[in-house]
């Protein structure tokens, strides 16, 4: 019984001291705003959320599993894979954060200078972008958690609001473009 209420306290502190770091994060407003002002129709145009896919893939277990099966394979070879693999999963998930808020404030640029106004719009972006940080959220949890070999990455939900987000985006473009 001591084991499960440690174990518990555990997870509990670990939950705290991500959402904790997560909050601080969001929270942080960049003084740089050079990132938002970034958004362009270049920059637009050779974005691609797709790029992203690769995340689910990143700390799958399937290819750990495959991994293990191979010749050479250690224990020590499987836990620093499985490190960097995370640290490479926390660098697209940074960049996914900035892709997300760089389509969010075109969309919300798009939105401002358009001639129709949509409030529906506006009420959807917000949702969209709700959801994104719910699903970042639960991401970091989860990543925090595959560390002690605990939890599987689950990153679709992340994913399909940068897609939707971008199809907003390039719904948006052409009521402006024709102004």
């Avoid at 997870?11 to 929270?27: F, H, N, Y």
């Avoid at 637009?44 to 191979?70: H, I, N, T, V």
């Avoid at 490479?88 to 106004?117: C, E, H, Q």
């Avoid at 639960?138 to 595959?146: C, E, Q």
Wanted: glycine share 2%; net charge positive.
């Amino acid at each position: 019984m001591t084991l499960t209420v440690m174990t518990i306290l555990t997870l509990a502190v670990v939950l705290a001291v991500t959402l904790g770091l997560l909050v601080r994060s969001l929270a942080k407003q960049n003084n740089d705003r050079s990132s938002d002002t970034q958004w362009s129709q270049q920059w637009f145009e050779e974005f691609s959320a797709s790029d992203y896919r690769l995340m689910k893939r990143l700390l799958s277990e399937d290819e750990f599993r495959f991994l293990s099966r191979q010749a050479g394979y250690t224990a020590e070879l499987g836990r620093k894979l499985r490190k960097e693999r995370r640290n490479i999963f926390r660098m697209y998930l940074k960049n996914l954060k900035r892709d997300f808020n760089r389509l969010y404030t075109g969309a919300t640029i798009l939105m401002v200078y358009s001639d129709i106004d949509r409030p529906e719009l506006a009420s959807a972006l917000f949702s969209i972008r709700i959801n994104f940080y719910a699903a970042l959220v639960r991401v970091n949890l989860r990543l925090a958690m595959h560390a002690f070999g605990l939890e599987m990455m689950d990153v679709t939900p992340m994913l399909q609001s940068l897609e939707f987000l971008q199809v907003r985006v390039r719904s948006l473009q052409p009521e402006v473009a024709a102004c």
